[in-house]
Every structure is written in structure tokens, then in C-alpha cells.
């Protein structure tokens, strides 16, 4: 019994830090260019697919840390150039908005579906990070799970702090208060826009990576993950950083019991009723500024 | 645009679709899609004007349209309710959810809308699927298959009597398109421009922003509901797949294609889409490829959709150009 308890809380843990560096990306994004990314879980998936096709495609060496180099460069040129090329032109109407949302939602089809006919329906395993197991009396762990735990977590750590310690993270910073008076100062504003864009790329990417070893690289998982970020970034507060950070630990939690206990086709419901209480009682979710 | 011209441009699409059949009514193909024009114009209509005009991001429309069809069918196949009272019946249903969802939506911000219901589109399938949906009647992952035709007038409308039911669909359709008139011309569409302008200005006038919204959330979702109903009543089948991510783009291509808040724009919309989508349909997976890569292209290179387009080669080119550039000027803000 215990044991089963514990096993639930390490699932939600290692869900809920994932989810945190998926959201994270998210609510920066969102804070800062308040474009809404619908495409943003179609990201997910080019992240597990591109670590597919670097080890078992073509079977490169050096395993993940070749995975990691590589795609963090990859996935930054990718966010940078769709922004540029797809939504800052959209900037210059005043509802620019609802355009962004259109134009990301017609993208994540045209992603998803793309994945599908390049690499076909099935899904796609990928091999573990580590193998093997730890135990330490009655409790087995596996090296995986830490592996990943630790990989999201340092990739938080890192976020942080670029974003505090950096002039890219203050630029960043100024924008997100306000773009004008950065505008006024001489931070480049459209470029901030394409650089927080493409930052959040590798965040979600990168959590593609690391979740899809565990859940395999599905191109039918965009819109749940897409709908999961946004889901813990509005629960935590729209653009709050801190907030995502402790909305996704909740959500991973909430997933993993009620899946346990309830049954997986739960999730989804649970995860929207604890959205819509939460909203009807606090609209600018947890720590979210009014 | 003026009334006149809403009105004539309704008139003359509806018209040539109208006597269309007189030509097509022997081909079941041709009278298959004529009918899904109809029935998506309208609800495609619906999210027009709760996007466009009353400024709602709301995306649920895919949501109330299958809670409208399985409503009905639910109705009708497990209660024995006569399908043209179910019908209604559904709508009223859907109306009644709309509202629920739309009580706490309507008070949050745009992008959370947007949000909640298009999260609240995702659970409805596993709803459907799991046992909760079995308990109301469902049929779980299976759908409900035999869901009997709408019978009027001593005549059945269904799958095998194409064109009387295309007919019944119209009447519903002008009906629903002149209420959609009204009410972007009486005072309830002036408010909206008002709270689209400028929200504190309005509400400072006295306009209530949430009563209108909350209304016209309303009467889409029976509208929608009602459409989605006598869909299912239709095809005489129905599952979660219509919940899939593909007829959401589908609806999303004839609101981009025909101009978000340019009301007729999205009844040429729904044409074009339709007759295209069927026209990809040999074209396999392709097909959704190349719906999505349209939705990229054409909110980039047509932002008001073919109503711009048009617009931009009439006389009004003039004042259009003004308005634009107070646009820009304001953005640039």
C-alpha cells in the first residue's frame, strides 16, 4: 500500500517536473510577446521525433549528449525563424491576437499531420537515458525517473538563471514590463520577441525528449501536452513564473493519483474541473497578478 | 457593411445554393456536400459572431455542435422522443450548457476563454467514452448507431431522401441566418461594437458588456445545438471522432477564409471550404496537411479572408484605406 503511494507520488513528481519546464517556456512566452502558442505541443513532439531520428534513425554516437547538443541549437533556430517568419507580421493589425491563435492552430495541423506522413502513424520508442535500478531497502527506483528529474529540474535551474543573471534575461525582463520604455532604451524588441519565442522552443522540446522515453513519440500527443501547458500556465497565473512552477507540480500530482486510483480517462476531466474551480474563484489563477 | 448589403449577398448565396439541387438532385454526391454548406455556413455563422462581433474567444463551437447531436440522439433513442421536438429540444439543452460554461468564462480574460473551452472540448470525449457518458446513454466508444430520421408531414428526412432534406435544412438555415441579422443590427450589434471599440467607454455609457455576451453565447449554442441535432439526425450515426482536431480545423479554415467579424464573409467561407475539402478528399492525409498550411498562408497574405479581398478591389476602397490607417495608428500605440 505504501509502497504503491509512493510509487504514484515519484510518477507525479517526475510528470510535474517535465510539465514545469514545458510551462515555464510557456509563460514566458506568453509574458512576454502575449502571443497565445497552440503549436506550442507540436514542439513536444519534434523534440521526441528529433531524438528518434539521431539515435535510432541514424544511430549516432555519443547517445543523448550528442541528442541534447544538437537540438538545443536546432530547436532554437526553429522558434526563432517561424516567429519571424509567422507571427511578428502579424504584430502590425490590432487584432493580431486572435490571428496568432489561428495561425498557430492551423501550424500545430500542419506540424502534427506532417509527422505523420514523413514518418508514419506508429509510434516511435526511444531508448532509456540510463538503464537499470536503484533499491534501497523495500523501495525500488529507477535510475530513468532520476535521471529525467534531475535533467528538468537543471534545465529550470538553468532558465532561471539566464532570465535573472544574463542582459539576454534582463532584455527579456524589460520587455515583458514594458515594451515601449524597452523599446525607448534601445533593447531591440522584435528580436527579445523571436529569442523568447525560440527559448521556449528548446524548453518544450527538450521535454519532449525526456518524456517521450517514458510515454514514446506519439504525433497524436500535440494537442494534450499543448493543452496541459496551458492549462498549468493559466492555473498558476498567466505569465507568472513561479506560479507555473508549483501549478505543474499539482497538476502532475493531481494526474498521477487520479489515474491510479480513478483510471486514466479521468485525467483530462479532473485536470478541468480543478481549472474551472480554481478560475471561478481566483480569475487570474494562483499567483498571477491581476 | 450596411444591412442592404448583408442581406443581398445571404440572398444571392443561399438562392444559387437554393435552386442548385433542381440541376445536382440526382447525384448523391453533389447533394451531400450542398447539405454540409448549409449546415456548416451556420454554425461557422455562430462562432463568427461570438468571435468576431462579440469579441468571445471562445472555442468551444465543435464542442456545443456534438453536445447538440448527441443531445438529440440521445433523446430520441433512448427516451422515444419524437426527433423534430428533440431537435429543439437539444438546442435548449446546448443553450442551458453554453450558459454554464459561459457564467464563469465570460468574466476572465480573452486568452483564458480561448482556454477553458477549447479544454473544455478535449474532456468531453473522454466523457463521452467513459463511463459517466455510458450512464446518460452514450454508447461509450462505440457512438449510438440508429438514430432515427426527422419524420414531417408524413415524409422521412434522412441519408436516403437527399433532397427533401436539403430543403428542411435550408428553411432552418435562413431562419437561423435572419436571426443572426437582427441581431447584429439591432442595438445588441451596436453594443458590441461599442465594448469592441472601447470596453471602459461603453460600460461607462451603461452598456453591460457580461448581460449581452452572456446572451448571445446563449443563443449560438442553441443555434449550434440545433444544427448539430439535425446533423445526427442525418447521417443516423454519431461518436466522439467528431470532437477530432480535424473538423475544428475545418470550421476554423471558413472563419479564416471568409473574414473574422465580416458577417456574410464566413458563409462564402463555408462554401469554399466544404467544396474543397471534398475536392482534397482523394488526396489522403494530404488533405489535412494542406487545410493546415492554408490556415498558415491566409491569415498571413488575406487577413480579412476573401470579404478583404473583395473589399479591396470595390469602390469602398477609399474609406476602407482611412480606417485602416487609424488601425495601424492605434496599434502602433
Known amino acids: 500500500m505504501f509502497i504503491e503511494i509512493l510509487d504514484v507520488i515519484i510518477s507525479g513528481l517526475l510528470n510535474g517536473s517535465v510539465y514545469a519546464l514545458m510551462a515555464i517556456g510557456l509563460a514566458l512566452v506568453y509574458g512576454v510577446t502575449k502571443a497565445f502558442n497552440f503549436a506550442y505541443g507540436s514542439f513536444y513532439t519534434m523534440g521526441g521525433y528529433f531524438a ?38 502579424l504584430r502590425k493589425r490590432s487584432d493580431w491576437q486572435m490571428k496568432a491563435m489561428m495561425l498557430t492552430l492551423g501550424l500545430s495541423l500542419f506540424l502534427d499531420i506532417g509527422y505523420i506522413s514523413v514518418f508514419g502513424p506508429r509510434l516511435k520508442s526511444l531508448p532509456d537515458i540510463v538503464e537499470g535500478t536503484l533499491t534501497i531497502g523495500p523501495f525500488v527506483f529507477m535510475n530513468q525517473d532520476m535521471v529525467i528529474f534531475i535533467l528538468s529540474i537543471t534545465g529550470l ?125 481566483r480569475p487570474q489563477g494562483l499567483m498571477g497578478r491581476e | 457593411m450596411n444591412t442592404k448589403s448583408m442581406v443581398t449577398i445571404l440572398a444571392v448565396t443561399y438562392g444559387f445554393l437554393g435552386i442548385l439541387p433542381l440541376f445536382l438532385g440526382g447525384s448523391s454526391i ?22 468576431g462581433y462579440a469579441g468571445i474567444f471562445s472555442f468551444g463551437q465543435v464542442a456545443f455542435y456534438v453536445i447538440g447531436a448527441y443531445s438529440s440522439a440521445i433523446f430520441s433513442v433512448s427516451l422515444n422522443v419524437t426527433p423534430i421536438v428533440s431537435i429543439f ?39 463521452l467514452k467513459g463511463p459517466l457518458g455510458k450512464a446518460i446513454g452514450s454508447g461509450g466508444s462505440r457512438g449510438i448507431i440508429s438514430v432515427p430520421p426527422i419524420h414531417l408531414f408524413g415524409m422521412d428526412f434522412s441519408s436516403s431522401e437527399l433532397v427533401p432534406y436539403f430543403y428542411l435544412t435550408l428553411v432552418l438555415t435562413l431562419i437561423c441566418s435572419a436571426v443572426i441579422v437582427v441581431i447584429l443590427k439591432s442595438h445588441w450589434g451596436t453594443a458590441f461594437l461599442a465594448l469592441k471599440d472601447s470596453e471602459d467607454f461603453a460600460a461607462s455609457l451603461g452598456v453591460s458588456a457580461f448581460k449581452y455576451k452572456l446572451l448571445v453565447f446563449a443563443i449560438t449554442s442553441f443555434i449550434t445545438g440545433l444544427f448539430g441535432a439535425l446533423y445526427v439526425h442525418y447521417v443516423g450515426i454519431l461518436s466522439t471522432r467528431m470532437l477530432s482536431m480535424e473538423v475544428f480545423t475545418v470550421l476554423l479554415i471558413m472563419i479564416v477564409v471568409g473574414g473574422i467579424g465580416q458577417y456574410p464573409g464566413v458563409v462564402l467561407g463555408a462554401v469554399v471550404t466544404v467544396t474543397m475539402n471534398e475536392l482534397l478528399r482523394p488526396m489522403g492525409i494530404y488533405r489535412l496537411l494542406i487545410m493546415g498550411g492554408m490556415v498558415v498562408v491566409i491569415v498571413l497574405l488575406l487577413p480579412d479572408g476573401v470579404t478583404g479581398l473583395i473589399r479591396k478591389f470595390s469602390f469602398s476602397r477609399w474609406t476602407n484605406k482611412e480606417s485602416r490607417s487609424i488601425e495601424t495608428h492605434e496599434s502602433n500605440l
Open chain 1, 52 to 89: 528518434w531520428v539521431l539515435l535510432v534513425s541514424l544511430g549516432i554516437k555519443g547517445g543523448y549528449y550528442t541528442v541534447f547538443l544538437a537540438a538545443i541549437p536546432f530547436l532554437f533556430v526553429v522558434g526563432f525563424f517561424l516567429e519571424k517568419a509567422l507571427i511578428s507580421p
Open chain 1, 157 to 281: 535551474l538553468c532558465f532561471a538563471w539566464l532570465l535573472n543573471n544574463t542582459r539576454v534575461g534582463m532584455a527579456v525582463q524589460a520587455v515583458a514590463q514594458n515594451p515601449v520604455g524597452a523599446q525607448i532604451v534601445g533593447i531591440p524588441k522584435d528580436r527579445v520577441f523571436a529569442a523568447t519565442f525560440a527559448i521556449s522552443t528548446i524548453m518544450v522540446g527538450i521535454g519532449g525528449i525526456l518524456l517521450s522515453q517514458k510515454n514514446f513519440v506519439n504525433p497524436q500527443a500535440s494537442t494534450g501536452i499543448m493543452i496541459k501547458a496551458w492549462v498549468i500556465t493559466a492555473f498558476g497565473g498567466m505569465g507568472s513564473i513561479k506560479g507555473s512552477l508549483y501549478a505543474a507540480l499539482i497538476i502532475g500530482m493531481l494526474e498521477a493519483f487520479v489515474g491510479y486510483y480513478l483510471g486514466m480517462i479521468h485525467i483530462e476531466i479532473a485536470v478541468l474541473t480543478l481549472l474551472l474551480i480554481t478560475l471561478a474563484f
Open chain 2, 30 to 51: 453533389y447533394m451531400r456536400i450542398l447539405t454540409m454548406i448549409l449546415i456548416w455556413s451556420v454554425v461557422a455563422s455562430c462562432w463568427d459572431l461570438i468571435m
Open chain 2, 89 to 127: 429540444m437539444a438546442g435548449t439543452i446546448t443553450a442551458i450548457i453554453g450558459v454554464i460554461i459561459g457564467l464563469p468564462c465570460l468574466k476572465l480574460a480573452g486568452p483564458y476563454i480561448a482556454l477553458v473551452t477549447f479544454a473544455f472540448q478535449l474532456a468531453l470525449e473522454p466523457f
